[in-house]
């Protein structure tokens, strides 16, 4: 049978069967995916299939790419980002299309009887289907991407918050490994925080973060040069005895003051803003 006769064989079987097929379908999707529920399979299963039909009567079957499969392609894209937002898996999310195939195939069985015909059919549809599948997995890989990456920036911005500490001074508490991403988001972070409370001294603590190679000591003084900048010293605390021999063996200047904790970098911080802290003697 010629690609033109097959084309028009399958837009005939997708419009007469319609209703058998999706019955069929939602069956097969509901016995392998269970995290979606029956209303759900109806709406999306007869929204897709009607428009895939649609398309395959108008345009090539096996070009999922051009315009007349533009409905298509945005149903299964909608789906596919809802499904990685909702934390579906690669494998849950491939099988709402291709659990298409059984359907298809059966309806193929039931409704000719010709073998070339029917091998013509089948061939035909399974290209189609893997395309569509295919388009669904890519999707929801680019979908499920953006999230993690966006979800790695709010992680970043949260795990580098700048506290004020007193008038004039505040501190910046770093924890992780920084690279240059991270730095770019501790300095921004920083130099705001500096500008909006007209801080005179801005400590790092350093105490969380597990190694310092010549790279994080990089990125440190390129955070420590970026205060200095904007008007704000810079103290630097947490800086732990496997750490400073770490940096004294690089050979890494830092050209800062260091204090070995965030109490001595604070009372220094202080004592440099001409404040002092007492201890009370007033009896309890």
């Not at 849950?92 to 659990?99: C, D, G, V």
């Not at 091998?119 to 549809?125: E, I, M, P, Q, T």
């Not at 490994?177 to 001294?201: P, Y």
């Amino acid at each position: 049978m010629s690609s033109a006769a097959t084309q028009k064989a399958i837009a005939r079987l997708l419009a007469d069967e319609e209703a058998t097929i999706l019955h069929d379908w939602i069956q097969s999707l509901l016995a392998a995916e269970s995290r979606i529920s029956l209303q759900e399979a109806q709406f999306q299963g007869r929204e897709v299939l009607h428009a895939l039909g649609k398309a395959v009567a108008e345009g090539n079957v096996t070009d999922i790419q051009s315009a007349l499969f533009v409905d298509v392609r945005d149903l299964l894209a909608g789906y596919s980002r809802s499904r990685a937002l909702q934390g579906f898996s690669p494998s849950e999310t491939a099988t709402f299309i291709f659990s298409l195939k059984h359907a298809l195939f059966e309806r193929i069985r039931m409704t000719t009887s010709d073998a070339q015909q029917i091998a013509d059919r089948v061939w035909a549809l399974s290209l189609l289907v893997d395309q569509l599948g295919l388009f669904t997995i890519e999707t929801f890989q680019k979908a499920r991407d953006e999230l993690i990456e966006r979800q790695r920036q709010e992680i970043e911005e949260l795990s580098t918050p700048v506290v004020k500490l007193w008038d004039g001074i505040v501190a910046l508490p770093l924890i992780g490994t920084l690279d240059s991403g991270r730095t770019q988001v501790v300095m921004q972070n920083l130099l705001e925080t500096i500008v909006q409370t007209g801080a005179e001294i801005a400590i790092l603590d350093i105490t969380g973060v597990p190694t310092v190679d010549t790279l994080v000591a990089q990125h440190l003084l390129k955070t420590v040069s970026a205060a200095r900048l904007m008007g704000a010293d810079c103290i630097i605390s947490g800086i732990r005895p496997q750490i400073a021999q770490t940096i004294v063996q690089l050979g890494v200047e830092l050209n800062v003051i260091s204090k070995a904790t965030l109490a001595d970098a604070l009372a220094l911080a202080l004592k440099r803003t001409g404040r002092a802290v007492e201890a009370s003697t007033n009896p309890r």
